[in-house]
């Protein structure tokens, strides 16, 4: 089969597009496609993590990143008569193990465009305004049919067609309940009058009466989601005077400019296969949560990245076909365990609304941020394994695209030829480059995507574990 494109994408949101730049940077040919002419023109997401900031650094775009947002200041939930229950203050100017403040507030529809830009820049094929209708899949690639009457041909597919996803209903994949189910009206507004007192935090105001959460955004956009009662329906919601009736409490019209109103039905949902064959499904196409924790986007671009640098390691030949498997072995517990986690918190507001502060004690919450348990990472007991590799305090080098292999003063330099052949980065580190995060006698494996593999004392023991897992059984010569 003759391939239009390495990687067919259906789908320009946020994470289809991500998807688009880094398979282009890393020099596959990719066709992007997405059945609306231009980006959504209204914000859902407004808080990224530092993960994903770094993501945005590593792919050249972190300066358009800090034009469109602010630092978070952190955020608490508070009982009915405003009293703090449990929270977390954030300095503008604070910034976490990996080099950038642990939350940013960002315009989406800015973001996703510069974002755009950049892929048509790194050579993606950006073909909107048609729809992808119909596949058939092989052991050759994928053909995708259009709604305009014509076909594509590509190696690879990656459905991020958002949570009504075509392309998982094609491939016969269904959505797991994680048993969450509220609706929310959403309230978007530009701040008119500075002087308005809103906190600087994003804030849970854990009410009997009614549970809403306030979020700071960038510049003068602040947000409201107040959740709705049973009796109360979504349509009845986006009546006229229901929602003049809920802000009130906080501004007056003059002070706050109503942008947007939509009413969400907020729920958890994670698909039962995040592949099948030749073909992934990533972002909203293949896990939905509720907002609460700011992990939706975020989790899809982290699908997006774990694709691309595997998809493109295949196609360049110094990883085999198998590699391909750990996406769903890795993505999809990492990805049910953060729909655990913000149904969590929506449980949580819930539960203090009740019974104040008592409900600290349900257990919701405490749940760790997750990291990868399986796929292409050793299971040895270091803290860091699975999760991404904080910034050297000395800035002594950067993650680039390729593997990296750290040295600590006392470990051996001399490494196995896998690392080599993988065209791996390898830096000497001081002792102290890290604090005390590892010994100076390991050695720590870098992934492409800044995910710790490994931190080991036994490179020959732990090369011949990953080496079957990187480039396949019958290639293994290391
Ligand atoms: C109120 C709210 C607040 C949120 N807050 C946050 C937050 O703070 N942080 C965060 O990380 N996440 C947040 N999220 C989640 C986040 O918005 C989503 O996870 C994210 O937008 C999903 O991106 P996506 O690219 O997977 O899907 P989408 O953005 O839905 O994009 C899918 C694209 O596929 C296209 N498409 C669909 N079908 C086809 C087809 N057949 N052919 C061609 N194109 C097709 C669509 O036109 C669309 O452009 C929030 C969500 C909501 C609702």
Redesign the pocket.
């Known amino acids: 089969m003759e391939h239009d494109a390495d990687v067919a994408i ?9 998807a688009a730049l880094r398979c282009s940077q890393r020099g596959l040919r990719v066709i992007a ?4 002419t231009e ?2 023109p209204l ?7 530092d993960e ?1 900031q770094d993501l945005f650094a590593r792919a050249g775009l972190i300066e358009s990143l800090r034009d469109h947002s602010t630092p978070g200041r952190g955020g608490d939930f508070v009982d009915a008569s405003g009293e703090r229950v449990v929270g977390v203050d954030v300095s503008p100017d604070f910034v976490g193990v990996l080099g950038h403040p642990p939350m940013i507030m960002f315009d ?1 529809p800015s973001v ?1 465009t510069f974002l755009r830009d950049a892929a048509v820049d790194a050579g993606v094929d950006l073909r909107l305004g ?4 119909g596949l058939v899949a092989n052991d050759l690639g994928v053909t995708l049919e ?2 305009d009457g014509t076909s594509l041909r590509s190696r690879w597919l990656i459905g ?8 998982r209903d094609l491939i016969g994949v269904d959505l797991i309940d994680q048993e969450f189910d509220q609706n ?1 009206l ?1 309230v978007d507004t530009t701040l008119l009058d500075p002087g308005l007192a809103l906190p600087p935090l994003a804030r849970q105001h854990c009410d009997p009466k009614r549970v809403v959460t306030f ?1 700071p955004g960038h510049e003068t956009r602040r ?1 409201w ?1 107040f959740q709705l009662k049973p009796d109360e329906t979504r349509d009845q919601a986006l009546e006229p005077g229901f929602l003049d009736a809920l802000l009130a409490d906080w501004g007056r019209p003059d002070q706050l400019q109503i942008d947007r109103v ?1 009413a ?1 039905r ?1 729920h958890g949902v994670v698909a039962d296969r995040f592949s099948s064959g030749p073909i992934f499904l ?5 896990h ?2 509720p ?1 609460f ?9 982290r699908d997006a990245e774990n694709l691309a640098w595997k998809l493109a390691a295949v196609a360049h030949g110094s990883a085999g076909p198998q590699l391909l498997d750990s996406y769903d072995e890795e993505r999809r517990p990492h990805a049910a365990q953060q729909v655990a986690q913000s149904v969590d918190a929506g449980k949580l507001i819930d539960a203090i609304a009740h019974d104040g502060e008592r409900a600290l004690e349900s257990g919701y919450g405490r749940r760790k941020f997750p990291r990868l348990e399986h796929g292409v990472v050793e299971s040895g007991d270091h803290r860091l394994i699975g999760l991404p590799l904080p910034a050297p305090v000395d800035g002594s080098f950067t993650i680039g695209t390729s593997w990296t292999v750290l040295t600590g003063p006392g470990a051996t330099t001399e490494l196995p030829e896998l690392w080599t052949a993988l065209g791996a980065a390898a830096h000497p580190i001081a002792a102290s480059a890290f604090g005390d995060t590892f010994d100076p006698t390991t050695t720590v494996i870098v992934r492409p995507d800044r995910i710790v593999a490994a931190v080991t004392t036994d490179m020959s023991a732990t090369t011949s574990r990953l080496a079957p897992l990187i480039v396949g059984e019958s290639r293994v010569e290391y």
């Open positions: 259906v789908g320009c949101g946020p994470v289809g597009v991500m496609l997405d059945n609306e980006v959504y914000p859902r997401a407004i808080g990224m993590d994903i989406q996703e048609v729809r992808a209708t259009l709604d991020a067609d958002g949570a009504k996803s075509t392309v929310w959403v979020v947000r989601e939509a969400y907020f990533a972002g909203d196409a293949a939905q949560m907002p924790n700011g992990q939706g986007m975020c989790s899809g671009m």
